[in-house]
Antibody, heavy 119, light 113 residues
Framework: QVQLQESGPGLVKPSETLSLTCTVSGGSISSYYWSWVRQPPGRGLEWIGYIYYNGNTNYSPSLKSRVTMSVDTSKNQFSLKLTSMTAADTAIYYC?????????????WGQGTLVTVSS | DIVMTQSPDSLAVSLGERATINCKSSQSVLYSSNNKNYLAWYQQKPGQPPKLLIYWASTRESGVPDRFSGSGSGTDFTLSISSLQAEDVAVYYCQQYYTTLYTFGQGTKLEIK
């Protein structure tokens, strides 16, 4: 059974950079697309971007200027960096896997990590 | 961007009764070359991540009870729960994957009446 686990700081100061890592267990990171999705408290879901195991990326246009994703296949991990954080970026951040065909629906999700932006 | 709009925002249904949630996309998510609707449904319970229920608008994910069904095509879709159980209380989201700017509906909160 594939499992995803997010890790990273729960508190980030305004203007700083958020760094999160998702560790994949129970399966290989290879041959799949991996995404980050966020959810402000009490609100809906927003797709941030995806990275393919070979390093190809696609980011949401609304966040593209601030987002960088990377993958480490040797560690079965992928990561998110989001710069210039503001209070509007306070959210639960989920990592998730695309279906095997890479069509774009999410079949496995991490439990999520709450990131609060505050000084 | 394809905007996904769900209705209603919240819904209260009696146990054992049918629950119906609608999702409308601002443009068609039916891909003509394969005749597939690029539409998924998720269930999110409090404190949990979303769980995939339905993909290709009507294909149930493995392990999802058959009381959950999806229908519709083009721009109008429906998630139905044939006989509501207590464990179905959750927020339900639709998502389109027709474009590589993946978007979700705002969610529908389902409660017991």
């Amino acid at each position: 059974q594939v499992q995803l686990q997010e890790s990273g700081p729960g508190l980030v100061k305004p203007s700083e950079t958020l760094s999160l890592t998702c560790t994949v267990s129970g399966g290989s990171i290879s041959s799949y697309y991996w995404s980050w999705v966020r959810q402000p408290p009490g609100r809906g879901l927003e797709w941030i971007g995806y990275i393919y195991y070979n390093g190809n990326t696609n980011y949401s246009p609304s966040l593209k200027s601030r987002v960088t994703m990377s993958v480490d296949t040797s560690k079965n991990q992928f990561s998110l960096k989001l710069t210039s954080m503001t209070a509007a970026d306070t959210a639960i951040y989920y990592c998730a896997r695309f279906d095997y065909g890479g069509f774009g629906y999410f079949d496995y999700w991490g439990q999520g990590t709450l990131v609060t932006v505050s000084s | 961007d394809i905007v996904m709009t769900q209705s209603p925002d919240s819904l209260a249904v009696s146990l054992g009764e049918r629950a119906t949630i609608n999702c409308k996309s601002s443009q068609s998510v039916l891909y003509s070359s394969n005749n597939k609707n690029y539409l998924a449904w998720y269930q999110q319970k409090p404190g949990q991540p979303p769980k995939l229920l339905i993909y290709w608008a009507s294909t149930r994910e493995s392990g999802v009870p058959d009381r959950f069904s999806g229908s519709g095509s083009g721009t109008d879709f429906t998630l139905s729960i044939s006989s509501l159980q207590a464990e179905d209380v959750a927020v339900y989201y639709c998502q389109q994957y027709y474009t590589t700017l993946y978007t979700f509906g705002q969610g529908t909160k389902l409660e017991i009446k």
